[in-house]
Structures are given as structure tokens and as C-alpha cells.
């Protein structure tokens, strides 16, 4: 079985440029979530959704975040403008149900801001 | 204080040892606690997950949780160079925390 697909694998950008990660969850899986992973600060939840539906974004660090799920089969992660501090690996998970069930990781997108 | 703490480690241990892994969490409403192992420069990978107060075994791996004491723990019996990783505690209230981890070591 596919687990969940991350793409791109590694992006390197110069500040300003808009970036875009996107997520494919596993088939049948209907919650997805976007993480943040930096030596400092560890792993941190940036927003998830239900059934395609944003629950808590109570993550994302400011407007220039932004998150969508157009379907169940697909996820984007969007920063714009981008900056150096957003440097790290962003990691998509999905689970089946809610958010309490186990959490399946994509491989993430190593994100470089020049 | 955070809501899940682990000690950053590193733990070293012999190989053929058992490993022991430990977290606390502070919400005391939370009802699922996860293990991931994540090695470096890959993602986080489940390895046990547990939802009630006692022991759960899977092959080399033991959950132990105790809600009274807000602590989960993971043992790893016989320790092989291969269990040489980041492990990452993780508690369920409404939604996934994490805690920074703890890095252990296994040398031959």
C-alpha cells in the first residue's frame, strides 16, 4: 500500500518566492496534518483537517501560511512571502478518523529560505 | 511547562540490553500516547501506540502507561545497533503533542 506521498523532497528558494508543498494521504484516511520540524522547537502541529475541513490552525505562525484541501486525495501547504526563519522539514501525516487515532508521516519536504 | 517532556538523552546502552525510554505528559484528560521512532534525516515512524493504564508488548517493544502518574515509558529488550535512534513520545488531547525526544544510542 502507498503511504503518504510528499512532494516536493527538498526545496531551495530565495526569500520572497512563494513555496508550495503538497501531501497525498493514504487511501482512506480522513484526517491530515501539516507539521513543522526544527532542532529548536521540535516537532509542531501547524494545522489538520477532518473529512477535508480545517479543525485547528491554531498552528500556523502568521498570515503568510496558508493550508488547503480541495479533496480527500489531496493537500497543499503554502508560504507566502517566504523567509530564512521558515527553513526546516515539513512533515504531512494522516490517520483514519479523528485526531486521536495513529499518525502516518510522508517522508517531508526539506525546506531551505535563502 | 511543557506539555510533554522527555530527557533529550542521549541514553547509551550496551547491545543486548534493555533500553528504557520514559515521558511525562500534563494533561491529565489525555487518552491515546504514541511512540515513533524517527532516525535521522527520515520521517517519524509509529512503533506502539497505547490507550490503557498497564503494559503492552509488541515483540521487542513494551508500552507501559500510567495515567495516575501522567508517565508513559517504552522498553526495548535486547537492544541492537539498529534501535539506534530519535524516539519521540506523543499525547492525544485534542489533538497530537509531541515532545522533543530522546536519542538513544546502542553500541556493540
Known amino acids: 500500500d502507498a503511504g503518504v506521498i510528499q512532494s516536493p523532497r527538498h526545496e531551495v528558494t530565495e526569500m520572497g518566492q512563494e513555496v508550495t508543498l503538497r501531501c497525498k494521504p493514504i487511501?482512506?484516511?480522513?484526517?491530515l496534518f501539516w507539521y513543522r520540524q526544527t532542532m529548536m522547537r521540535g516537532l509542531e502541529l501547524l494545522i489538520y483537517?477532518?473529512?477535508?475541513?480545517?479543525?485547528?490552525d491554531s498552528g500556523m505562525p502568521e498570515d503568510r501560511f496558508s493550508a488547503k484541501m480541495p479533496n480527500a486525495s489531496f493537500s497543499t501547504l503554502k508560504i507566502q512571502p517566504s523567509e530564512p526563519r521558515d527553513s526546516a522539514v515539513y512533515f504531512c501525516?494522516?490517520?483514519?478518523?479523528?485526531?486521536?487515532?495513529?499518525?502516518?508521516f510522508g517522508d517531508g519536504t526539506r525546506l531551505s529560505i535563502l | 511547562q511543557k506539555e510533554v517532556e522527555q530527557n533529550s538523552g542521549p541514553l547509551s546502552v550496551p547491545e543486548g540490553a534493555i533500553a528504557s525510554l520514559n515521558c511525562t505528559y500534563s494533561?491529565?484528560?489525555?487518552?491515546?500516547f504514541f511512540w515513533y521512532r524517527q532516525y535521522s534525516g527520515k520521517s517519524p515512524e509509529l512503533i506502539m501506540f497505547?490507550?490503557?493504564?498497564g503494559d503492552k508488548e509488541d515483540g521487542r517493544f513494551t508500552a507501559q502507561l500510567n495515567k495516575a502518574s501522567q508517565y508513559v515509558s517504552l522498553l526495548i529488550r535486547d537492544s541492537q545497533p539498529s534501535d539506534s535512534a530519535t524516539y519521540l513520545c506523543?499525547?492525544?488531547?485534542?489533538?497530537?503533542?509531541f515532545g522533543t525526544g530522546t536519542r538513544l544510542q546502542v553500541f556493540p
Open positions: 483537517f477532518n473529512n477535508n475541513v480545517p479543525i485547528d
Open positions: 497505547i490507550y490503557s493504564n
Open positions: 501525516a494522516s490517520s483514519l478518523g479523528a485526531s486521536g487515532g495513529p499518525q502516518h
Open positions: 494533561d491529565r484528560g489525555s487518552q491515546s
Open positions: 506523543a499525547v492525544n488531547t485534542d489533538k497530537l503533542i
Open positions: 487511501s482512506g484516511h480522513n484526517s
